[in-house]
């Protein structure tokens, strides 16, 4: 069974100041997705990483795919309290078509 | 273009009740998806389909659920007697493509807003 672990499970935060949320996993994934979630909301697919050692920017976030495909990171800067919500990762491999999604990490940032 | 819709947003409903939720996918997405969403929490897979195939039913708690899609586009999921602890965000999400295993399946999910479900 594959299982995704996300850290911090919550995180607050002032505006301005930078944070990276972690998505870890011992299984190798073809692909991992990460979603912002706000409040009522459904999760909204942010970024799609494929590549070992890929680093994909939106903006102030940053994502990065580890080299061994079982990890990756989520680095924001400068946090805006409009980056409210929870982050989710997800990832999938060739032996199934159902995506593994972690627990997710709540951030709120104050402003 | 249009999302994912979901209906109804919210259903509060008597134990016992039968209710059916709609999804309404993203048109011409093959892949449908039904979750449950613990506030705070990642989504729990129950169902999915491709085109109007349902491909695994593993995640659906028991043979009160059944979910189905005739058409290939909109999806019915359906609880029958619902019992207090079904109370849950139901999701459903779309994903554009169905690829074989060998040439890499998309993951990328287009979720719809949920039905919030109560019951009494």
């Known amino acids: 069974t594959q299982l995704l672990e996300q850290s911090p499970q919550f995180l607050s935060i002032q505006e301005g100041e930078n944070l990276t949320v972690y998505c870890n996993s011992s299984s190798v994934f073809s692909s991992l997705q990460w979603y912002r979630q706000e409040p009522g909301e459904g999760p909204v697919l942010l970024v799609t990483?494929?590549?070992?050692?890929e680093v994909k920017k939106l903006k102030r976030l940053t994502f990065q795919f580890g080299d061994a495909r079982k990890d990756s990171s989520l680095h924001i800067t400068a946090a805006q309290p409009g980056d409210t919500g929870l982050y989710l990762c997800?990832?999938?491999?060739?032996?199934?078509?159902?995506?593994?999604f972690g627990r997710g990490t709540s951030l709120i940032v104050h402003p | 273009g249009a999302g994912v819709s979901q209906s109804p947003r919210y259903k509060v409903t008597k134990r016992g009740q039968d209710v059916a939720l709609r999804c309404d996918p993203i048109s011409g997405h093959v892949s449908l998806y039904w979750y449950r969403q613990a506030l705070g929490q990642g989504p729990e897979f129950l169902t999915y389909?491709?085109?109007?195939?349902?491909?695994?039913k593993s995640g659906l708690p028991n043979d009160r659920f059944s979910a189905e899609r005739p058409e290939g586009s909109i999806s019915t999921l359906t609880i029958q007697r619902t019992e207090q602890r079904d109370s849950a965000m139901y999701r459903c999400?779309?994903?554009?493509?169905?690829?074989?295993?060998?040439?890499?399946?998309?993951?990328?999910?287009?979720f719809g807003p949920g039905t919030r479900l109560t019951v009494t």
């Open positions: 389909f491709n085109y109007e195939a349902q491909q695994d």
């Open positions: 990483v494929v590549t070992g050692g």
């Open positions: 997800a990832g999938g491999s060739g032996g199934s078509y159902i995506p593994t």
């Open positions: 999400a779309s994903s554009l493509h169905h690829r074989s295993l060998t040439s890499g399946v998309s993951y990328e999910q287009y």
